[in-house]
Each structure stands twice: as structure tokens, then as C-alpha cells.
């Protein structure tokens, strides 16, 4: 099983971006996936999950209206789209397999927002 | 939301000696829904525990946890060179799903 993130980059504040995370070596609408990222050197922090179907997404108040999460089965890939990004944003943004526990991470994509 | 507050926040110990990490909830975790992960530098998360206490096939058994409701543990054993890097807990029961702020465990 391997994730892989892109679409990271500079972006100024109040811009939009958008991450992408193919999924390869798995039946990917058989499983949730979420995004979590990391600031410079700080903890995790979750940033949002979408079921299997698609049909389901929850996101923390952080971000909530802010990023959107939605995911194409027939690629294999999930997207999170971001607009109004501000400064506390900036992160290095993984995605992961599972709604829970998240057994597969990718590497990972640097947003920075400045 | 859970806060989950994890200590100390640097453990110093020597390889051969027992690590013992803790994550405390601020309220109870739902079915003990608590992972740990371990992470090194520059690179993603590796999942340990689950289920506060079940272990991921081909970790360790060095490493393990237990506890419940809103106080959780993971020990490892034996420190190995390897194992010299940061732990982070996180709940999944409640939404939203939060992590613990990490243990960095470091060379005494």
C-alpha cells in the first residue's frame, strides 16, 4: 500500500490550493482516508476525514468552511481543497488510510502560507 | 473537544531501560478509541497501538499499551537505539479526532 501527496506549495494569505493523495496497492473505496497535518515543529493535528463512499466528511472547527475534502474512487485519489488560507496553516500535510486509527501515511506535501 | 496532554515532554533514558509515556484525556475516551504512533525526524507516522492496547502486526513486542477511560499508557520495554524519536497519542472515539501534543523519548 503507498500514499502519495502533492500539489503542496507557496501560497499567499487568503489563497487557494489544492492537495492531492493517490493511493496505490489497495481497494481504495473499501476505506475512509483523512488528512492531518503538522506545523513546524509541532504536534499532529487532524484536518479532515471522508468515508469510503465519498458520501461523508467531517472536519475540525479550524478548518470547517474553509477545506473541503472529496475523493475520486475510479483514480484512486483524494483531494483537499483549501481557500482562505492563513499563516496557521502553513504545515507539512499527510494524508492517511483509515477513519480512525490511520494505519498508511504518505510522505507528506509543505503548504506554506506567507 | 478532548484535550489529550501527554508527559512528560522529553524523556531521558538509556537503551536497555524502560519508557513509560503517558496521554491523559480531559474526558473519557469512547470505546477506548487511543492510538499511539511513533515518528522520526522527517517522516511521517508510523502506527503503533490502537484500541489503547492492541499492537500493530510486526511492531515489537518491546512496545505495548494499556489504561482506559481517560488515562492511557504506552511502555516500551527495552530501549532500543531505534526508538530514540517521538510518540503521539490520539483519540478517536469523539469527534473531533485530537491528538496528544508528543513525547520526545531522547538519549540520557
Known amino acids: 500500500v503507498q500514499l502519495l501527496e502533492s500539489g503542496g506549495g507557496l501560497v499567499q494569505p487568503g489563497g487557494s490550493l489544492r492537495l492531492s493523495c493517490a493511493a496505490s496497492g489497495l481497494t481504495f473505496n473499501e476505506f475512509a482516508m483523512t488528512w492531518v497535518r503538522q506545523a513546524p515543529g509541532k504536534g499532529l493535528e487532524w484536518v479532515s476525514t471522508?468515508?469510503?463512499?465519498?458520501?461523508?466528511?467531517e472536519y475540525p472547527g479550524s478548518v470547517k468552511g474553509r477545506f473541503t475534502v472529496f475523493r475520486d474512487n475510479s483514480k484512486s485519489t483524494m483531494y483537499l481543497q483549501m481557500n482562505s488560507l492563513r499563516g496557521g496553516d502553513t504545515a507539512v500535510y499527510y494524508c492517511?488510510?483509515?477513519?480512525?486509527?490511520?494505519?498508511?501515511w504518505g510522505q507528506g506535501t509543505t503548504v506554506t502560507v506567507s | 473537544e478532548i484535550v489529550l496532554t501527554q508527559s512528560p515532554g522529553t524523556l531521558s533514558l538509556s537503551p536497555g531501560e524502560r519508557a513509560t509515556l503517558s496521554c491523559r484525556a480531559s474526558q473519557t475516551v469512547s470505546s477506548n478509541y487511543l492510538a499511539w504512533y511513533q515518528q522520526r525526524p522527517g517522516q511521517a507516522p508510523r502506527l503503533l497501538i490502537y484500541?489503547?492496547?492492541s499492537r500493530v502486526p510486526d511492531i515489537p513486542d518491546r512496545f505495548s499499551g494499556s489504561g482506559s477511560g481517560t488515562d492511557f499508557t504506552l511502555t516500551i520495554s527495552r530501549l532500543e537505539p531505534e526508538d530514540f524519536v517521538v510518540y503521539h497519542c490520539q483519540q478517536y472515539g469523539n469527534s473531533p479526532r485530537t491528538f496528544g501534543q508528543g513525547t520526545k523519548v531522547e538519549i540520557k
Open positions: 492517511a488510510r483509515g477513519g480512525g486509527a490511520l494505519d498508511v
Open positions: 484500541s489503547a492496547s
Open positions: 471522508i468515508s469510503g463512499s465519498g458520501g461523508s466528511t
